[in-house]
């Protein structure tokens, strides 16, 4: 319950900071954090304004991360926005193939689908690789259209598409370019660029290593342990390829 105005503006201060800095820490912001952490009244505030605003706040390793919930219309990504921001995606088709990247990602960092990463980075080859693998494992699934339609995911059109590109490019000059939209690590290159400039993961180019950030961890560590939050599609995807690779 709201008891002063101070109160109130801690929390919207709060509220501000995530809204522009999408983070705030105790190193950075030991004020801020600690208001969080310690008054449950600004906290209280602080979550019933996230819920209307269908924001989501995070808590990790001393910091505080804000997200837009699903199917926020309002700080959130709609279908022409994302087509829009990724780079090399201009169709459906696309885009859900990059949404299927990504969560070969987590599946990648995240083994079991358990909240703690065993993994402190995977390299773009290796992402290529899992991708591949788990989209030749699809493609033999009985009754696909079925299991599309039952994850609303277009799982025959983006096997396609990512059959039909080449792993990379070799140039008139004899050189690879990996990075040509028309190859696998071209368009993998530009979902993992996407993802770091919304701080989720660092791209450590020479290496073509990806590390994940705390907002990243955090996100997927609150999503684990809401039991009520377990994402069928997640898991379904983790699982592509898992008994083939198991009975070589």
Known sequence: MITNKATLEKALELLKTLLTKQEISREDDRDLYEDYLYNSEVEEILNLVAEKLELDIYSYNEKIFLTPGINNKLFGYTHEDLRKALPYVTRNSELFMAYFIILVVITLFYKQSGADTNRGYVNMTEIVESTTQK??????????????????????????????????????????????STTKMGFVHGVCNFLQGHKLIKVVDEQGLIVPTNRFKGIIY???????????????????????????
């Not at 039952?150 to 140039?171: G, M, P, R, V």
């Not at 342990?225 to 069928?232: G, H, T, Y």
């Open 135 to 180: 989209l030749d494992a699809l493609v033999e699934v009985e009754n696909l259209e079925a299991v599309s339609s039952e994850y609303s995911f277009n799982f025959a059109d983006i096997a396609k598409l990512w059959e039909n590109k080449s792993f990379a490019k070799q140039t008139r000059f004899g050189e690879i370019s990996n990075l040509a």
């Open 222 to 248: 609150n999503f684990f342990e809401d039991k009520e939050n377990k994402s069928k599609l997640l898991t379904f995807v983790e699982n592509l390829g898992l008994v083939n690779r198991e009975g070589e």
